[in-house]
């Protein structure tokens, strides 16, 4: 009897994956059509003659997958975009320890004026001593007073360009970048803000 020499092996059967549910299959559509939906107010918010349409629909996934951006949202109105970012934390002095700084929303609205404020989620800072003057009054960031306006003399012409202009992924670098510094001058004004925690 002749012998054959296998060329080639079969593939072994392979287990059948586990089959999505019904519910999980409905679950996952509905996030889709709640995504598209989410991406068409998007586009409708930051269209403009520098951001097309189709433009505006790529930043869409640009900004929903930036590394400091946990979500976004619109407030009812439709008329303010609405970003949640990921924790903060800033390099204190005396002592050197991280400080934690808070979670964001940050609320941008680009009509009727241009508008950008900042509000902290955690427990905001009420007290800051700065040599003999003491000052209570609620603020969020050491650049960031209790109104929500972030004081940024660097930069801030560039991000009112960028949001006005609807090129949000940038002006989300611009104030993510401004989240996470802090001046010299404000750098001693961290130790009224608690210590991180150990990661």
């Known amino acids: 009897m002749k012998r054959f020499t296998l060329l080639f092996e079969r593939p072994k059967p392979v287990a059948r994956e586990k089959q999505e549910s019904a519910l999980e299959l409905a679950a996952k559509a509905k996030e889709s059509a709640e995504?598209?939906?989410?991406?068409?107010?998007?586009?409708?918010?930051?269209k403009s003659r520098a951001t097309p349409s189709k433009q505006a629909a790529q930043d869409f996934y640009t900004l929903i997958r930036s590394p400091g951006v946990q979500m976004i949202g619109f407030a009812a109105n439709g008329h303010e975009l609405l970003i949640a970012?990921?924790?903060?934390?800033?390099?204190g002095v005396q002592p050197v320890v991280w400080r934690d700084i808070g979670e964001f929303i940050i609320h941008v609205r680009r009509k009727p004026r241009l508008l950008i404020t900042f509000e902290n989620v955690a427990p905001l800072?009420?007290?800051?001593?700065?040599?003999?003057?003491t000052m209570f009054i609620n603020i969020h960031h050491p650049h960031i007073p209790h109104d929500g306006h972030i004081c940024m003399p660097?930069?801030?012409?560039?991000?009112?360009?960028?949001v006005t202009e609807g090129d949000m992924p940038t002006a989300m670098e611009i104030m993510l970048l401004a989240l996470n510094s802090v001046s010299p001058v404000h750098r001693l004004g961290l130790a009224q803000w608690p210590i991180a925690p150990e990661k």
């Open 125 to 133: 800072v009420t007290k800051i001593q700065n040599g003999n003057v």
């Open 35 to 46: 995504l598209r939906v989410l991406e068409e107010q998007y586009v409708d918010f930051c």
């Open 85 to 91: 970012t990921h924790r903060v934390y800033l390099r």
């Open 154 to 162: 660097n930069g801030m012409i560039e991000l009112q360009t960028s």
